[in-house]
């Protein structure tokens, strides 16, 4: 079964507004958790990496005021999309290993569509 | 940082022929590559990965080898079935803790019968 649970699965909401993305780690401690966005038939980009009581890490031309991380506990991170525009429409999946060099294990993902 | 190429970006074949995927990687430091597949709007799934003290690596119909020399590794799918058109993405890692996934850009496999 599924070892990272990600909420919700589907979001459309109006421009303007803030969505909140949610990924838990089932039945093992993340300290360390990976955010990637997905355009369609793109591939996965790597947006930031989420470490367990300190700030997350972004990549290059991702925006951190756009894009809050917040890793409070070992089980999980959330992703927030601060007024998000239809720019920012996209699919968005969280991972983490269960053991550090370990296969990296996705959540279901969220498809974000702004109107 | 790591830089995955991949090709081709897409492969047609005839059901029960071989397709091949290859991929490159810059960071000679990347030891873990795993290969997934990914169907529309679903997550992706994990097929098979190769670590880099292994050459071959095989699983029933599909294998993975890696040449750490030349820095590419490739997928092979024998015998396939049109189950298997998805979109495949090669993926490479370094060992540090907390290193994430790069991902190649993605080969979209269209098996006919």
């Known amino acids: 079964g599924a070892v990272v649970s990600q909420h919700p699965s589907w979001v459309i909401c109006k421009s303007g507004t803030s969505v909140k993305i949610e990924c838990r780690s089932l039945?093992?401690?993340?300290?360390?958790m990976f955010w990637y966005r997905q355009f369609p038939k793109q591939s996965l980009m790597l947006m930031a990496t989420?470490?367990?009581?300190?700030?997350?890490?972004?990549e290059q031309g991702v925006e951190k005021d756009k894009f809050l991380i917040n890793h409070a506990s070992l089980t999980l991170s959330t992703l927030t999309v601060t007024s998000a525009h239809p720019e920012d429409s996209s699919f968005y999946i969280c991972?983490?290993?269960?053991?550090?060099?370990?296969?990296?294990?996705f959540g279901d993902g969220t498809r974000l569509s702004i109107l | 940082g790591e830089n995955v190429e991949q090709h081709p970006s897409t492969l047609s074949v005839q059901e029960g022929d071989s397709a091949v995927i290859k991929c490159t990687y810059s960071?000679?430091?990347?030891?873990?590559f795993p290969w997934y597949k990914q169907e529309l709007g679903k997550r992706p799934q994990l097929i098979i990965d190769?670590?880099?003290?292994?050459g071959e690596k095989k699983d029933q119909r599909i294998a993975v080898t890696l040449n750490k020399t030349a820095k590419h590794f490739s997928l092979h799918i024998t015998e396939t079935q049109p189950e298997d058109s998805a979109v495949y993405f090669c993926?490479?890692?370094?060992?540090?803790?907390?290193?994430?996934?790069?991902f190649g850009k993605g080969t979209t496999l269209s098996v006919s019968s």
């Open positions: 991972s983490a290993p269960t053991v550090s060099n370990q296969p990296q294990h």
């Open positions: 039945d093992f401690q993340a300290t360390t």
């Open positions: 989420s470490n367990e009581g300190s700030k997350a890490t972004y």
């Open positions: 960071d000679s430091a990347s030891n873990y």
């Open positions: 190769i670590r880099s003290n292994v």
């Open positions: 993926a490479a890692r370094g060992n540090q803790a907390g290193t994430a996934l790069i």
